[in-house]
């Protein structure tokens, strides 16, 4: 099992920035790609940003020369630096670790961290 804790949320103003951070704890032997996923009200989860454990990087298009995922491997940590904020990035934010090299592979979530940027 994997435990995923997030942080680094809260309100900040238009062109603002703050970084998350998501903390895993138990047996991430077998992950191989980590991730940020957002869910505003009202709307579906949607990717933010992938990492692999190659650090192959993937962005969403709407938060490409914004945002930076990078990860601590000492710290089993994976981080999304979110530059020039914009009220529409305003979301729940969510941690996602996953075993993809499988079919049906582990993958877990952490319980969001809220992110909200005022115009």
């Known amino acids: 099992q994997v435990q995923l804790v997030e942080s680094g949320g809260g309100l900040v103003q238009a062109g603002g920035s703050l970084r998350l951070s998501c903390v895993a704890s138990?047996?991430?032997?077998?992950?191989?790609?980590m991730g940020w996923y957002r869910q505003a009200p009202g709307e579906q989860r949607e990717l933010v940003a992938t990492?692999?454990?190659?650090?192959?990087?993937n962005y969403a298009d709407s938060v490409k020369g914004r945002f930076t995922i990078s990860t601590d491997n000492a710290k089993n940590t994976v981080y999304l630096q979110m530059n020039s904020l914009k009220p529409e990035d305003t979301a729940v934010y969510y941690c996602?670790?996953?075993?993809?090299?499988?079919?049906?592979?582990?993958?877990?979530w952490g319980k969001g961290t809220l992110v909200t940027v005022s115009s």
């Open positions: 996602k670790f996953e075993n993809t090299i499988v079919v049906e592979g582990p993958r877990y």
């Open positions: 138990g047996n991430i032997h077998s992950i191989n790609v």
């Open positions: 990492i692999t454990t190659r650090g192959r990087t």
